[in-house]
């Protein structure tokens, strides 16, 4: 019955380990106690956190309860505590993230097929997300997970922004070096396409098992993304890539 339905709160969780921490907050995977499903739970203190960070965590939780997409990380419920945290609550990938996914791979490349098959599924994340006028803006292997059957789910869309139409520009830095576009470097503006040379540098990294662009610091991979001196490679089956 709709009057039987539990009210978003911590207690109708239990608990079952911190899988990750950070400068405001922490991640847990928890069980509901209702439904016996396992989720994992964001929990961000706000009090500290500069205006830019409260903005992200609160958009994270308003773009999440409006997306539903087989490859997109789905969002259960939010609230903010009577303690001023904020609380996001979302589906549990057992698979854990890309990152790890092929570190364990100890240097043996995947088969093309599993590199192909990854790569339309996050292509299609982000096609949706688009088509919805959202850029990710933060696309890596540690934001993009994975089911225990390897499907995958993309993630971590706090720093996401809504743009007000397809040709409007972001004109923030913000993301993860590796796999920052070349204007980003350039201080120029961007779009979409910044999304889509993330998406190429995880396909590289999936078929590579290497980063796309790498150096030993900061100016460095700066000039090799701005010239496009892709890392190189050892001789593979996926030439398309190297």
Known sequence: MEGDKLQPSLENYRIVRVVGK??????????????????????????????????????????????????????KESWEGEDGLLYIVMGFCEGGDLYHKLKE??????????????????????????????????????????????????????????????????????????????????????NYKSDVWALGCCVYEMATLKHAFNAKDMNSLVYRIIEGKVTSCTVLKFTLFC
């Open 105 to 190: 791979q100890k240097g043996k490349l995947l088969p093309e097929s599993q590199v192909v098959e990854w790569f339309v599924q996050i292509s299609m994340a982000l096609q949706y997300l688009h088509d919805l006028h959202i850029m990710h803006r933060d696309l890596k292997t540690q934001n993009i997970f994975l089911t225990k059957s390897n499907i995958i789910k993309v993630g971590d869309l706090g720093i996401a922004r809504v743009l007000e139409s397809q040709y409007d520009m972001a004109s923030t830095l913000i993301g993860t070096p590796y796999y920052m576009s070349p204007e980003l470097f350039s201080n120029k503006p961007y």
């Open 22 to 75: 950070g400068s405001y907050g922490e991640v847990s995977l928890a069980s509901h106690r209702a439904e016996g499903k396992q989720y994992v739970i964001k929990k961000l203190s706000l009090h500290n956190a500069p205006r830019r960070e409260r903005k992200a965590a609160e958009q994270e939780a308003q773009l999440l309860s409006q997306l539903k997409h087989p490859n997109i990380v789905a969002y």
